[in-house]
């Protein structure tokens, strides 16, 4: 159980595209979901929280206008980043958690996102 | 804001010899969660711990939360190479759902 899928796994495009993510929970609700980027051999840096029906709660330092977070349903959220550029690139994990406090979070399988 | 440090940032071992990473926070943790990525995946859930002093045990991992639920650590006994990966320390600042992580520990096993 506690399946997210995350779509796509590589995207590779020119520079003024906007790129969409996806998040999905397939076996639970997920009223919460989470945005990270991951530089090659770093940590994961929490970007945002996703909050089904309402506004995205962007970490410090998130441009929010550039990354742009929709979480309409309780088992889909999903990360656009608008205008990108080659320092947009990177790899992005979403993460969701089952209802209640303290759960773990179950991560999609990221996406690669190279600009040119 | 708070912060999880995590030591050390590499370890290699040759096969069949113990591994440890520990893992400091800046402020109580209600809980402390521990996850491992592979090279070219994504973390995956590993254990939680509450309690103040918690240890809990998976196979060869040993994971202990410290008394004033401040640090944890991970220890892994007889490594394999199948323990390869970097092991990622997370606690939660405050009731918001979020985890904080840290910078992770990354294990080089030699067969």
């Known amino acids: 159980g506690a399946v997210v899928s995350q779509h796509p796994s590589w995207v590779i495009c020119k520079s003024g595209t906007s790129v969409k993510i996806e998040c999905r929970s397939l076996d639970f609700q997920a009223t919460t979901m989470f945005w990270y980027r991951q530089f090659p051999k770093q940590s994961l840096m929490l970007m945002a929280t996703s909050n089904e029906g309402s506004k995205a709660t962007y970490e410090q330092g998130v441009e929010k206008d550039k990354f742009l977070i929709n979480h309409a349903s309780l088992t889909l959220s999903t990360l656009t980043v608008t205008s990108a550029h080659p320092e947009d690139s990177s790899f992005y994990i979403c993460?969701?958690?089952?209802?209640?406090?303290?759960?773990?979070?179950?991560f999609g399988d990221g996406t690669r996102l190279s600009i040119l | 804001g708070q912060q999880v440090m995590q030591i050390p940032q590499y370890q290699h071992v040759q096969e069949g010899e113990d591994f440890t990473t520990y893992c400091n926070s800046s402020?109580?943790?209600?809980?402390i969660q521990w996850y491992k990525q592979r090279p070219g995946g994504h973390p995956v859930f590993l254990i939680q711990?509450?309690?103040?002093?918690e240890v809990k045990k998976q196979k060869r991992l040993t994971f202990q939360f410290g008394e004033a639920k401040k640090n944890s650590s991970l220890h892994i006994t007889a490594t394999q190479t199948t323990d390869v990966g970097t092991y990622f320390c997370?606690?939660?600042?405050?009731?918001?759902?979020?985890?904080?992580f840290g910078q992770g520990t990354t294990l080089q096993v030699k067969p």
């Open positions: 402020t109580t943790l209600s809980n």
């Open positions: 993460s969701a958690s089952e209802v209640g406090l303290s759960q773990p979070q179950h």
């Open positions: 711990l509450v309690k103040s002093g």
């Open positions: 997370a606690g939660p600042p405050g009731n918001t759902g979020k985890l904080i």
